[in-house]
């Protein structure tokens, strides 16, 4: 037999059905299984895969273990990972889907809240291993004149990602971080939602609450837009919004990788809204 | 026809034992400096930017490093990842370890990758496959690689050859070095029936260019036991009296102790080194007497 059909025969056996092994006559030829079964030879590897991937997902989302508990979890991850593999070898960005996968998992549907927990932890996870970069300085801003300014793109910085829910995520995530083993307030999940952006200024990875109008004009600048349109729209909704204590905040943030004058950045954004729909 | 090793790059060392730089021990190292000769770093935990970097940079700065991967995949059928080969090339470029590393297995296979290091059945086929795929990888890093035999299960039934002959021809073949783990030649040894010992005194002692030690566990199966590598223990006694017959048979060696799992304090890891720097001293005295 091939090398090929081997080991996709070899990878068939450690994702598929544990059964599917008896029926396969061209798999028992394979191996030499001496005193012990074939059956317990390769599942000595498939355990081993299943756990060091259940373990990747555990570091990516410790919320979800946190609030699901660790049998659970183990239970959901194993079947997330049967019918969503890695593609590549790079463990530290595995499990984009998970999130998706929890929201439609029947049995998690008690927890209306863990799709948007697992996002939240799938991006501090993004915003970890992103890129290093720095913020544009404060004095770009001299080097522009007033007409100037309705022409304006910003471009974010390479570990930022926006995020909203209807859940208040900011305190389930540290409702599940609060390791100190003291009893932990009671959890409203109906006290309202959030909007934040996620990001690492340095090497920690931070949260920052935005106004919804806040939130959305960062929306509107990282999807492209210029300065002068995406304020319009904004005002249009909340005429009072203060656009100098916003530019003066994320300033002072280093929210901005780059200003420029008249181009166009690619869209970076994701939200509970959008991205898992 | 034997292929030179074209791209040997290796300093010598001051002191042939290192130690893995893991997580848990990156505040540790640079305050402690530990005494040992080298780190060793798993480059795929470094992909991306962020605080591990700077770790890495910290221990750097005071340590040389060897690069050990876990990821190429170096026995698939279908070839290596060039995306994560430029990554792992990117790292080499900044970080400058003195040798680089992965193993003779597999772990990609179509549209997945299972994250572990799979078996392979040593034929002709699987030897070109994987002499095509480590001079890939060298061609592309630009430097010598080493490639380690691996722990394994289970065994197949059309073996061409045994696992010390396909290593020293995949040596022959490329260029490359043999990062020989003594950990897994006795995991092995237990858990198909082969001798350990046998297997050493096959391996060309030319061709070695790193030794591995670490501790396996004992899983009980079917009222027997097979032994796990786990990189969760000391290493077992009867790895290091393999050990001291392999420096014996092959000669002053890098020698590391992976600990991956269940991490101990450093000073243990330090001390495993340090047993591991008294066997390989006292093993090439007694050699040298007796020239």
């Known amino acids: ?277 | 026809m034997e292929k030179p090793g074209a791209y040997n790059t290796r300093p010598d060392l001051p002191d042939p034992v290192g130690i893995g730089l893991r997580h848990a021990h990156y505040a540790d190292i640079p305050k402690e400096r530990p005494d040992v000769g080298w780190l060793e770093v798993h480059p795929e935990n470094y992909f991306g930017g962020g605080i591990n970097r700077h770790h890495l940079e910290k221990s750097r700065e005071l340590y040389e490093m060897s690069f050990h991967a876990v990821g190429l995949s170096l026995g698939s059928a279908d070839g290596i990842d060039l995306d994560h080969l430029q990554k792992i090339k990117e790292l080499i470029e900044i970080y400058q370890p003195f040798q680089f590393s992965d193993h003779a297995s597999w772990s990609a296979s179509g549209n997945a990758h299972l994250n572990d290091l799979l078996p392979l059945p040593y034929t002709e086929e699987t030897l070109s496959k994987l002499c095509e795929n480590v001079d890939r990888a060298q061609d592309y890093l630009g430097m010598q690689i080493l490639v380690e035999n691996p722990s394994t299960y289970i065994d197949f039934a059309d073996n061409e050859m045994n696992e010390q002959n396909f290593m020293n021809e995949a040596a022959k073949r490329t260029g490359c070095k043999i990062l020989l783990d003594i950990n897994n030649i006795y995991v092995q040894a237990h858990n198909h029936g082969h001798d350990p010992y046998k297997y050493i005194n096959d391996i060309t002692p030319k061709y070695v260019g790193e030794m591995h030690l670490a501790g396996y566990t004992e899983q009980p199966v079917e009222d027997k036991t097979i032994l796990i590598d786990t990189h969760s223990k000391p290493v077992h006694d009867p790895v290091w009296d393999l050990y001291a017959h392999a420096v014996g048979h092959i000669g002053e060696t890098p020698t590391l102790i992976e600990w991956d799992e269940e991490l101990p304090p450093l000073s243990t890891l330090v001390q495993e080194a340090h047993r591991a720097r008294r066997v390989m001293t006292d093993v090439l005295r007694v050699a040298y007497a007796a020239e």
């Not at chain 1, 191996?31 to 895969?49: A, D, K, M, Q």
């Not at chain 1, 993004?126 to 004095?139: F, G, L, Q, R």
């Not at chain 1, 909203?164 to 939602?193: M, Q, R, V």
């Not at chain 1, 200003?259 to 994701?270: D, F, P, R, S, V």
Request: aromatic residues 12%; negative net charge; contains cysteine.
């Open chain 1, 1 to 277: 037999m091939q090398l090929n059909d081997i080991q996709q025969k070899f990878k068939h056996q450690m994702l598929g059905d544990k059964t599917a092994l008896l029926d396969d006559a061209d798999l028992n030829g394979i191996f030499e299984t001496g005193e012990i079964s074939l059956e317990s030879r390769l599942n000595v590897y498939r355990t081993g895969i299943l756990e060091k991937l259940k373990n990747v997902l555990a570091i990516t989302y410790p919320s979800v273990e946190k609030l699901t508990g660790e049998d659970f979890f183990r239970g959901a991850a194993y079947q997330f990972i049967r019918q969503n593999p890695p593609r590549g070898g790079d463990m530290n960005l595995y499990g984009k889907e998970f999130p998706s996968f929890l929201g439609a998992l029947k049995e998690a549907q008690g927890l209306p809240y863990l799709k948007d927990i697992a996002l939240y932890d799938w991006i501090t996870n993004k915003a970890y291993y992103a890129a290093d970069d720095a913020p544009v300085s404060a004095d770009i801003l001299s080097s522009f004149t007033p007409d100037d300014f309705a022409h304006l793109t910003f471009e974010p910085r390479a570990s930022l990602f926006l995020f909203s829910s209807i859940y208040p995520i900011d305190e389930i995530h540290d409702f599940c971080s609060n390791d100190s083993g003291d009893e932990a307030e009671p959890l409203d999940i109906t006290k309202g939602g959030v909007y934040m952006m996620i990001y690492r200024p340095e090497y920690m990875v931070r949260r920052e609450h935005l106004t919804k109008s806040e939130y959305d004009l960062l929306d509107h600048l990282f999807s492209g837009q210029p300065l002068g349109e995406a304020l319009e729209e904004i005002l249009k909704s909340d005429p009072d919004f203060g656009f100098q204590a916003f530019l003066s905040r994320h300033m002072s943030l280093g929210t901005f990788k780059n200003i420029t004058l008249n181009t166009m950045e690619g869209k970076k954004h994701e939200s509970t809204c959008t991205e898992t729909g």
